[in-house]
Nanobody, 114 residues
Framework: QVQLLESGGGLVQAGGSLRLSCAVRGSRFSINTMNWYRQAPGKQRDLVASITSNGRTNYAGSVKGRFTISRDNAKLYLQMNSLKPEDTGVYYC??????????WGQGTQVTVSS
């Protein structure tokens, strides 16, 4: 299993930007995809962005064109631009292995004011 250590998040006005980071410790060779999920108040936890081991990215329709998922040697990022109040929620870093259980970060709060 890998350990995921998140940073970023906070308060931002509508139209602003935030960059979330997720430090990955452990066997990165075991990871199939890395993902960002969010859980808005009163809603289920939903996938917002994904990046595969070969660099393919996918986005939820609600964030396409505004968010960018990327990775480097030991970190996963989510660049969030043109933020909207409906982007408010707890964002979770997720590592999905080829085999075995997912790893999850602790979650970081993003609040977008109107």
């Amino acid at each position: 299993q890998v350990q995921l250590l998140e940073s970023g998040g906070g308060l931002v006005q509508a139209g602003g930007s935030l960059r979330l980071s997720c430090a990955v410790r452990g066997s990165r060779f075991s990871i199939n995809t890395m993902n960002w999920y969010r859980q808005a108040p009163g809603k289920q936890r939903d996938l917002v962005a994904s990046i595969t081991s070969n660099g393919r990215t996918n986005y939820a329709g609600s964030v396409k064109g505004r968010f960018t998922i990327s990775r480097d040697n030991a970190k996963l990022y989510l660049q969030m631009n043109s933020l909207k109040p409906e982007d408010t929620g707890v964002y979770y870093c997720n590592a999905r292995p080829w085999m075995g259980d997912d790893s999850w970060g602790q979650g970081t709060q993003v609040t977008v004011s109107s």
